[in-house]
C-alpha cells in the first residue's frame, strides 16, 4: 500500500507560480515512476507530468511543457510540481500519483495509488 498526501494548493492570479507537494508513505518511494494529473472542472482527469525513478527522465503534457518542472527528493520520499506562468485554465484539482512501472505512468488506467488532490484555482 501506498499513500500520497499533496498539499501546497491555493488561489493565485494568472501569471504567478505556485509549488505542490506530495509525501508518499508506505510502499518504496525509489522503486517507482511517479507522476501528477489534474482534474478541472466538468472534465475528466488528465496526465500533467511524470518523473522516472532516480528522476532521470521527466515527462511534460504539451499543455503545462515549458511552464511547470516536476522532481523528486527521494531521500524525503517527495514529488513536487512547480509551476510558473499560471493560467486560468490551469484551474484544477492536482494528484498526485502512481503505478506499477519504474519509468514512466501517463494514463489513468496505469494508476494503482491516488492521493486525494489539493486545489489550485487560478485568477483571471
Known amino acids: 500500500q501506498m499513500y500520497l498526501t499533496e498539499s501546497g494548493g491555493g488561489l493565485v492570479h494568472a501569471g504567478g507560480s505556485l509549488t505542490l507537494s506530495c509525501v508518499s508513505s508506505?510502499?518504496?518511494?525509489?522503486?517507482?515512476?511517479m507522476a501528477w494529473f489534474r482534474q478541472q472542472p466538468g472534465k475528466e482527469r488528465e496526465f500533467v507530468a511524470d518523473i522516472s525513478r532516480r528522476g532521470t527522465i521527466q515527462y511534460y503534457a504539451d499543455s503545462v511543457k515549458g511552464r511547470f518542472t516536476i522532481s523528486r527528493d527521494d531521500a524525503k520520499n517527495t514529488l513536487s510540481l512547480q509551476m510558473n506562468g499560471l493560467k486560468p485554465e490551469d484551474t484544477a484539482v492536482y494528484y498526485c500519483a502512481s503505478g506499477l512501472n519504474s519509468m514512466e505512468v501517463r494514463t489513468v488506467a496505469s494508476v494503482i495509488y491516488w492521493g486525494k488532490g489539493t486545489l489550485v484555482t487560478v485568477s483571471p
Open positions: 508506505g510502499r518504496s518511494f525509489t522503486s517507482y515512476a
